[in-house]
């Protein structure tokens, strides 16, 4: 697909905070998957804020590699909190009773 590089997201971390930009969705999460779990590992237990105010837009795809990032947090004993939820993303956790999950707590929950 020449030219989709501009639609692709992109995972920079600045300090405490690993920030997240561009599409969530089913055809671009993989590209970030590996990316987001390495950032996680590496944090060696301090806590960590994943910033999605970048986040352009999410599809259940997008929910579903956010939750991968939280177990791996969680297995890595990272306490994990979000921030700049996008609207799009709120409904879907939402709608599938994951709520919780991303309303500003530690993100450690079940799940």
């Known amino acids: 697909m020449a030219g989709s590089e501009a639609?692709?997201?992109s995972l920079s971390v600045q300090g405490t905070t690993i920030q997240v930009s561009?599409?969530?969705t089913v055809s671009t999460v993989a590209g970030v998957l590996?990316?987001?779990r390495a950032a996680l590992s590496a944090r060696a237990t301090q806590a960590t804020r994943l910033d999605l105010g970048g986040v352009s837009?999410?599809?259940s795809a997008g929910l579903a590699l956010i939750v991968?990032?939280?177990r791996t947090a969680r297995a890595h004993g990272v306490p994990l909190s979000l921030q700049g939820v996008p609207e799009q993303?709120?409904?879907i956790a939402a709608i599938s009773g994951l709520e919780s999950l991303v309303s500003?707590?530690?993100g450690n929950e079940p799940g």
């Open 89 to 91: 993303l709120a409904s």
């Open 68 to 70: 991968d990032w939280m």
């Open 104 to 106: 500003g707590g530690t």
């Open 34 to 36: 590996a990316q987001g």
């Open 57 to 59: 837009a999410s599809d």
């Open 22 to 24: 561009g599409p969530l």
């Open 7 to 9: 639609t692709l997201p």
